[in-house]
């Protein structure tokens, strides 16, 4: 048995009238029962071998046991989790069971202990990660230096493990920005690297090293690691050298080490991409890191033995899992620049490794076309099919090109778009998605071409002869 790595801190419904034309009251109901957006947390509570359910809105706790999902005998203790990114679903590692659970919403409301077998992995499971486009999930495993790749159609593990450093335990799963491969980043935390694992559907699985990313040895390696929404920048916790390293995804170079006062362990991306939470596991305090400026933004008290922390896709606040003597749950809102207790006593010794918070994605747009009204202009118009949203992105990319520029982000409600500065005579395809808290909806396209530009113009000259 390898050392275990050093965790400091302690571990009345409104009465209609009748006369209210029939039709006027069936719009009524649909409105008040219209499916809204809910954003979930589901804390692993690691003692007890619960994982409980936070509504984000209103920190409404549901709790499921999943003991009964295991042999007789046996024991889970929950350690990672990562939610689905439709939110259809969360996986949770079962450390002391070497195996992975999936936990649906439909198992809470049932009333019913959980009762899905659990799914074989590796030694020892520490983090889990899932693919961005939802088809696979990502096992670290701690005690054989492999991570195991899970089929999410079928549910069970498919290829040979893959052998990574020494001492797996953060992992996170991003989309190549350059190719259609998927980079699973894992921390290894006894030999201080990161491997980089690249899952290509024509090129399978190859692996490669990030050395010296942090310390080594139980004194505190690079545990907790986080990849930003488009995939570009990963971020790695570091306890004994007390920084964040953040890694350039597409060459896998560390651009830039950010100090951190305490010993690091957790870490989450939020707010687009534009804030990254780190935990502070022996100074009861929480660092957020302004990802544009690559600095410090600000810090936050917390309780103590904090670990886990998760940030909604698009939101701005984080969750943040302690392990002190009231078992709490924070929020750090830095829209609103507060940390507040949200649960108090519902978890035994959580851990809560990775991405934990997750929800239902908008319904997406649909029907957008683009029209060239000059040389420069197109503009663009579509369906927007959700109540839920918070905005739109729109993207675009030259005919020809294979990568797309964000171009806007709109507010909620928005159905058209006028893009300006255009070259003349170009082709232009576009991408546009709604965004909620936690989720982006499926992707509408749509191409237009500009005529001659605007600015396109011929000399005339006249000659005119003189004679003498």
């Known amino acids: 048995m390898k050392h275990f790595p050093l965790i400091t801190g302690v571990i009345p419904q409104t009465m209609l009238l009748l006369r209210i034309p029939l039709l006027f009251l069936l719009l009524i109901l649909s409105a008040a029962t219209a499916a809204r957006a809910v954003t979930y947390a589901y804390v692993p509570s690691y003692d007890d071998d619960r994982v409980i359910r936070v509504r984000t809105s209103d920190g409404a706790v549901a709790s499921l046991d999943i003991s009964t999902a295991l042999p007789a005998g046996a024991v889970c ?93 953060g992992i996170d799963a991003v989309r190549d920005t350059d190719s259609d491969r998927t980079l699973v980043f894992v921390s290894n935390f006894l030999d201080g690297s990161v491997t980089v694992i690249v899952d290509s559907v024509a090129d399978g699985i190859t692996a490669e090293t990030v050395p010296s990313i942090g310390g080594s040895g139980i004194s505190g390696g690079p545990t907790g690691i986080a990849g930003t929404p488009d995939g570009r920048y990963v971020y790695v916790a570091n306890q004994s050298r007390a920084n964040l390293a953040i890694i350039r995804a597409n060459d896998r170079s560390v651009v830039k080490r950010i100090g951190i006062n305490g010993r690091p362990w957790g870490v989450a991306v939020g707010s687009r991409g534009d804030y990254v939470y780190v935990t502070n596991s022996n100074r009861n305090s929480v660092t957020v890191i302004d990802a544009v400026a690559q600095a410090i933004h600000a810090t936050y008290a917390v309780g103590s033995g904090q670990l886990g922390v998760a940030a909604p896709r698009n939101g701005d606040f984080a969750y943040v899992v302690c392990t002190d003597i009231d078992d709490t749950i924070r929020k750090i809102d830095v829209s609103r620049d507060t940390a507040t207790e949200v649960v108090s006593g519902q978890t035994s010794g959580a851990i809560a490794l990775g991405a934990f918070i997750g929800g239902t994605p908008p319904t997406a747009p649909s029907e957008l076309s683009g029209l060239a009204i000059s ?82 113009f011929s000399w005339c000259f006249i000659g005119v002869m003189l004679q003498d």
């Open 375 to 456: 040389g420069s202009r197109i503009d663009l118009s579509w369906t927007d099919n959700s109540t839920d949203e918070l905005g739109f992105v729109l993207e675009r990319r030259q005919e020809g090109d294979t990568t797309f520029l964000q171009i806007a982000e709109l507010p909620a409600d928005t159905t058209t778009y006028s893009d300006l500065g255009l070259a003349g005579e170009t082709s232009y395809v576009y991408r546009l998605f709604a965004f909620n808290e936690t989720a982006d909806s499926d992707v509408a396209s749509a191409s237009a071409e500009t005529p001659a530009s605007d600015d396109s």
């Open 77 to 169: 203790n929950p350690h990672g989790a990562a939610v689905m990114p439709d939110g259809s679903f969360v996986l949770v590692t079962c450390e002391s069971n070497d195996s992975v659970l999936r936990i649906e919403d439909a198992d809470y409301g049932s009333g019913l202990t959980y009762s899905r077998a659990p799914i074989p992995v590796g030694d020892f499971p520490q983090g889990v990660a899932i693919a961005p486009s939802g088809d696979y999930a990502y096992v670290a495993n701690y005690e054989d230096d492999t991570v195991s790749k899970i089929d999410l159609t079928t549910f069970q593990t498919v290829g040979a493990a893959i052998g990574v450093g020494d001492g797996p335990w």
